[in-house]
């Protein structure tokens, strides 16, 4: 399938998602399970800058050099990106509106999109050399976009956004990074 059907499908599906916000939030709120907070919670602890630096290992250990300024491009742009469309949308969490208890450290307006999702999807590409890894990364992907809506600090629709913008920042990136080694060579 080409590369455009899946933004086009990432984004059909980010608009259904401000309709379930509501909905989906709610379900979360009267389905709370001991494991899944422990799982969550153990979750909302690892930070994105986590998920660069085991990144970063992974490709020294497999050897895969040529990808790591694409990856540091992608931080650059993850970290400016994500943090500039927080600060203008400025949307709040969703335990601001509803009886989740506060999460220690999250702060209450800067819900969309979410950092985590974002910084986990970035790795997505760069797994593409490994299918094995590929594979396992997505359902880690899968789960901290779950962990984000559970716990009542995301909505539905902020991880569908962070799953967008992360794999788009990380799709330029490899795309940029590329172009330049190609008009100029010596330089890489």
């Known amino acids: 399938m080409k590369k455009v059907y899946y933004y086009l499908i990432g984004i059909f599906l980010l608009i259904i998602s401000f309709f379930l916000d509501k909905n989906v939030t709610n379900f979360f709120l009267n389905n709370r399970l001991a494991f899944l907070d422990s799982l969550s919670l153990f979750i909302q602890n690892i930070g994105g800058y986590i998920f660069f630096v085991m990144m970063l290992i992974f490709l020294f250990v497999f050897k895969q050099k040529d990808k790591i300024l694409p990856l540091l491009l992608t931080f650059g742009l993850y970290l400016g990106v994500t943090g500039l469309i927080k600060i203008v949308v400025a949307r709040p969490r969703p335990f601001t509106k509803f009886s ?89």
């Open 100 to 188: 989740f208890q506060n999460i220690e450290g999250a702060n209450a307006n800067q819900s969309f999109p979410s950092g985590h999702v974002t910084a986990a999807s970035s790795m997505i590409k760069f797994f593409e050399f490994k299918k094995i890894l590929l594979y396992v990364w997505i359902l880690v992907v899968v789960l901290i976009m779950f962990s984000r809506v559970y716990l009542g600090v995301h909505y539905l629709s902020d991880v569908i956004a962070g799953l967008i913008l992360g794999y788009s920042i990380s799709d330029f990136s490899i795309f940029l990074v590329d172009k330049l080694k190609t008009k100029n060579p010596k330089y890489f």
